[in-house]
């Protein structure tokens, strides 16, 4: 079994940034695809960002230049440094983990089978 923490989340206003911590536990594998999804209210799971064990990282065109995903591979925590905050960004964040594989990390929910509990982002205009 694998868990998943997410911290970091929060209210902010357009243009500001928040950082996104996500730590993994549990019956871990050091291959895996890891990354964030986002539902924003009234609408469905959406893939924001991913990355492999290796470093490769996929984004959603809608966050691209103004978030980077990144990992600490010796401690398997996942991290979302999100700058240029506006108002469409607003929406529960979560973490993912696929651990059966670690090429490609795709941005669809589908592939993921480990979720933390989500953590809520508010971005005030």
């Known amino acids: 079994q694998v868990q998943l923490v997410e911290s970091g989340g929060g209210s902010v206003q357009a243009g500001g940034s928040l950082r996104l911590s996500c730590s993994a536990s549990?019956?871990?594998?050091?291959?895996?695809?890891m990354g964030w999804f986002r539902r924003a209210p009234g609408k469905e799971r959406e893939g924001v960002a991913t990355?492999?064990?290796?470093?490769?990282?996929n984004y959603a065109d809608s966050v691209k230049g103004r978030f980077t995903v990144s990992q600490d591979n010796g401690k398997i925590t996942l991290y979302l440094q999100m700058d240029s905050l506006k108002p469409d960004d607003t929406g529960i964040y979560y973490c993912?983990?696929?651990?059966?594989?670690?090429?490609?990390?795709?941005?669809?929910?589908?592939?993921?089978?480990?979720w933390g509990q989500g953590t809520q982002v508010t971005v005030s205009s």
């Open positions: 549990g019956n871990t594998y050091s291959r895996y695809c």
């Open positions: 993912a983990a696929d651990f059966t594989q670690w090429w490609p990390c795709e941005l669809r929910d589908g592939q993921y089978n480990n």
């Open positions: 990355i492999s064990s290796t470093g490769v990282r």
